[in-house]
């Protein structure tokens, strides 16, 4: 295979990713998206395992190899994706992520061991010390995006006792001058080996970023998932880039730089809605889960019981709502809701003062009045103002039970 094939191919595959992107941005043109999200990842996937037949050698041996970790890893992903339940989506998504993490950590490692397997230098020559930089930042970004997804899905699980993977936050004195030194130290041993090359500093320095990845996510509530899922998106994007670089792959910069950029917008947008702040979220200093103070001076309401055919129902979701971002409009869409039902907060909230009633389904500090008092944990947190409707009903204190079962009997009463 031709090098200019090789970039033709490359090329296509990488407007196909940015066609998939365009796509996904509404549910309508989503499954076209995905469409072209699989065209593009099986270009991408089948000329790399051409090029890596190419370097080994070609022969039956080195097809051998690649056929057999198409097998495996395509084999794995299908069966996950096939058996995982909507709701365990997140759980999925975090652990992709920590292995896109751990891949650019063992290929840094793999290119530093033998770096003219890869054509990056000759043997017996030293790495240029670009590639030793972006191979220090692929690793380093890897290691974080590994060990910080690891953590991610134990605490968006909920079903293991170890304590690092529960939801409640874990603080102590001193977390975020421990984060500095380990960052700094990771930076430092970086610029050693980007100075002599020394293998011994680039595996300490991967080690240092695996811890520092837990230390980053370990502080941030199970209510904070969204934010901590799109920023781990983001990393693994950034990860995946580095070691393109690193290899001179274009396929790998393209699209690791697609990840990442939509990945930390995406993040920007999440942490707005969640009135946080972005360098916080990143530094990994963010995620109290305070406890959320009703708004002074509001007047208690009566609990009302009733229902009435005939009504026009329409859904908001929060922007934070779920444990990623657009979990809610895809369990949605899972019900057969249309999308023309479906509103954003800032088309919604209009609505809210001449609505009957609101029911709340999930969280409800995306809702909690609260955000306007000034000295309450969540004020200036953007909310669905649900408190406007002349009937607010809650599925909390106000509804006991499952969220589905109680919303099937409501619509068993009203039938």
């Not at 990845?213 to 880039?241: F, H, K, Q, R, T």
């Amino acid at each position: 295979m031709s090098a200019s094939l090789v970039t033709l191919l490359y090329l296509v595959a990488s407007i196909c990713f940015i066609q998939a992107l365009k796509g996904l941005s509404h549910p309508t043109t989503s499954i076209r998206g995905n469409v072209f999200g699989m065209v593009g990842m099986t270009i991408a996937v089948l000329t790399t395992a051409a090029l890596i037949v190419k370097l080994a050698g070609g022969g039956v041996a080195g097809l051998g190899y690649v056929l057999v970790g198409l097998v495996v890893g395509g084999g794995a992903g299908a069966v996950m994706a096939q058996r995982v339940e909507m709701t365990k989506m997140p759980e999925l998504v975090a652990f992709m992520h920590s292995m896109i993490g751990l891949a650019a950590v063992f290929i840094a490692v793999a290119v530093v061991a033998e770096p003219q397997a890869f054509a990056i230098a000759a043997a017996g020559e030293p790495i240029p010390v670009g590639n030793r930089i972006e191979l220090f930042l692929g690793a380093a970004i890897g290691a974080i995006t590994f060990s910080g997804s690891v953590i991610a899905f134990g605490k968006l699980s909920g079903k293991y006792k170890f304590r690092l993977f529960q939801g409640a936050p874990v603080r102590f004195a001193g977390q975020h001058w421990l984060n500095l030194v380990l960052g700094l130290a990771t930076i430092g041993l970086g610029i050693a080996f980007a100075a002599t090359q020394r293998f011994e500093f680039f595996i300490v320095l991967i080690a240092l970023a695996f811890v520092l990845g837990v230390l980053l996510i370990i502080p941030i509530g199970g209510a904070d998932m969204p934010v901590v899922v799109s920023m781990l998106n983001s990393y693994s994007g950034w990860a995946a880039a580095g070691i393109g670089f690193s290899l001179n792959n274009s396929m790998l910069i393209i699209a690791g730089s697609l990840v990442g950029s939509s990945g930390a917008i995406l993040s920007y947008i999440m942490c707005k809605a969640m009135n946080r702040s972005f360098f916080n979220v990143i530094l990994g200093g963010f995620g109290g889960e305070g406890t959320t103070a009703a708004a002074g001076g509001q007047a208690q309401r009566s609990v009302k019981s009733g229902t009435e055919k005939g009504v026009t129902v329409k859904y908001a979701i929060h922007p934070v709502a779920g444990r990623m971002p657009g979990h809610m409009n895809v369990l949605l869409a899972e019900a057969e809701v249309p999308y023309d039902q479906v509103f954003e907060m800032e088309d919604i909230n209009a609505e809210f003062g001449q609505a009957d009633v609101a029911i709340i389904l999930g969280a409800n500090d995306v809702v909690n009045p609260a955000a306007h008092v000034k000295g309450s944990p969540i004020y200036g947190m953007p909310i669905l103002e649900a408190y406007k409707a002349k009937t607010v009903i809650v599925n909390t204190m106000m509804v006991f039970g499952d969220a589905k079962k109680v919303v099937e009997d409501m619509v068993k009463s009203v039938d």
